[in-house]
């Protein structure tokens, strides 16, 4: 019997040695333990298994979450992510834990922290309920509570960082960067943030102001939206006038005056896809004000379009289809027209901007021997842009090839303005 008894006791005690002796221990910025094994480490994180489920699946961790690792050979790696820039000699901590808004099925929505997680469920820490555990079946979403958006931050000294905001108090904004990790920034010392799409960066380091006219080419938009309360006006001409406004951060609506021809409303709504392109659909309706040939004239137009690139940089492709209303009765288009449209941002304050339609137009506008049949009109343009922080002038030239022909080598001059109001804002 006794000999029984050893030889459990030696068994039991090579297997705790053996299961030790593997065994990793990762503490987070939160203080919370993992018993993990870790098996892959990078400059910016750390990938491990359960210590008790090493056949289970593989997690990562932000090198930034962790206050240090204890190594199954006894090795202890500090991990110094956090750099203050502070006021003077004193340095305030911040509570570097992340926050989240964790939104349940049936729509109740917590903020606070996530203590620790696994496939089945999470633990979190709720602002006002405390601490609570959950199924991730009941789970709709968890999100960062104040966005994974990168933000730029300009400094009042001139230093710019860029990183996702995962804390804030009264008196600090926790940054967590990807190369100087976590950063707890003193509000004294921030002179102004802006979300990283809508900052232009230069090659000396400055940050120049929004594009104040990104929603639009000369006249036909852009898919990017206006945000909510902002609006601008726009003059061609001096005689065509019109207004947009933003009705929420994705619809907007509008109207102009075609000087003395007509009126017109528009509507758009744009979407976000990933960081460097947007979609948008909408519908211009317009009237004029007086016959011509004796009938009354108005036009419709619905379209979609999609636009590559950012603010300052980028291309927009889109088709529409419309129908003319003359003396009582529609007409649609033949074929849908299409347009192909861009801009490009030069320095602080210039850009040039290029707007180009495909129109299936019926007869010969331009007297070179077309039959009557449908066909195809091209109308392409070039400008020049001169950007305030609030406004816009451009100055170019509009052209088709049946002028072209007939000697109009430049085109005709083309002149118009945008000025921003509501709640546009340069940040």
């Not at 000369?218 to 061609?236: C, D, M, T, V």
Request: aromatic fraction near 12%.
């Amino acid at each position: 019997m006794k000999t029984k008894l050893f030889i459990l006791a030696t068994f039991a005690f090579l297997s705790i040695s053996k299961f030790s002796k593997g065994q990793d221990t990762i503490v987070k910025q939160n203080q919370e333990v993992i018993l993990a094994k870790i098996m892959e480490i990078s400059s910016t994180e750390i990938k491990y298994k359960r210590f008790d489920n090493i056949d289970g699946p593989m997690y990562t961790i932000p090198k930034t979450y962790i206050n240090k690792i204890k190594y199954s050979n006894g090795k202890i790696e500090e991990m110094k992510n956090e750099t203050n820039i502070s006021t003077g000699n004193n340095s305030i901590p911040a509570d570097l834990t992340p926050r989240y808004i964790l939104t349940l099925m049936d729509g109740t929505q917590l903020r606070g922290k996530v203590i620790s997680e696994n496939p089945q469920e999470i633990v979190f820490k709720d602002n006002n309920i405390g601490e609570k555990t959950i199924s991730r079946k009941s789970i709709k979403s968890l999100s960062l509570e104040y966005g994974d958006e990168i933000q730029v931050f300009t400094l009042t000294d001139g230093s710019i960082l860029t990183g996702k905001i995962i804390n804030k108090t009264d008196s600090y904004t926790i940054v967590e960067t990807k190369g100087l990790g976590i950063v707890n920034l003193p509000e004294s010392k921030i002179k102004s943030v802006r979300a990283l799409e809508s900052a232009t960066i230069s090659s000396s380091g400055k940050i120049w102001f929004q594009n104040p006219n990104c929603t639009r080419y000369l006249f036909a938009p852009s898919a990017i939206p206006l945000k909510k309360g902002e609006g601008y006006y726009q003059n061609i001409y001096g005689a065509g006038n019109a207004v947009n406004f933003g009705l929420n951060n994705h619809i907007s609506i509008g109207g102009g005056l075609a000087g003395p021809m007509g009126i017109y409303l528009n509507a758009k709504a744009g979407f976000k896809l990933g960081n460097y392109a947007h979609v948008a659909a909408g519908c211009i309706f317009g009237n004029g004000f007086f016959p011509i040939n004796g009938n009354n004239f108005g036009m419709g137009v619905g379209f979609g379009v999609v636009t590559i690139g950012n603010l300052d940089n980028n291309i927009t492709l889109g088709t529409g289809y419309g129908f003319l209303n003359s003396g009582g009765e529609s007409k649609w288009q033949e074929k849908p027209l299409f347009v192909a449209n861009g801009m490009a941002r030069l320095g602080k304050k210039y850009a040039l901007v290029t707007e180009n339609w495909i129109i299936n137009v019926k007869g010969d506008p331009f007297n070179r021997g077309f039959n009557e049949d449908s066909h195809y009109e091209t109308i392409f343009s070039y400008a020049f842009r001169y950007m305030g922080e609030k406004s816009t002038l451009d100055v170019g030239f509009l052209n088709t090839p049946g002028l072209f022909e007939r000697g109009w080598y430049i085109g005709i001059p083309y002149i118009g303005f945008v000025i921003r109001f509501g709640n546009y804002k340069d940040n």
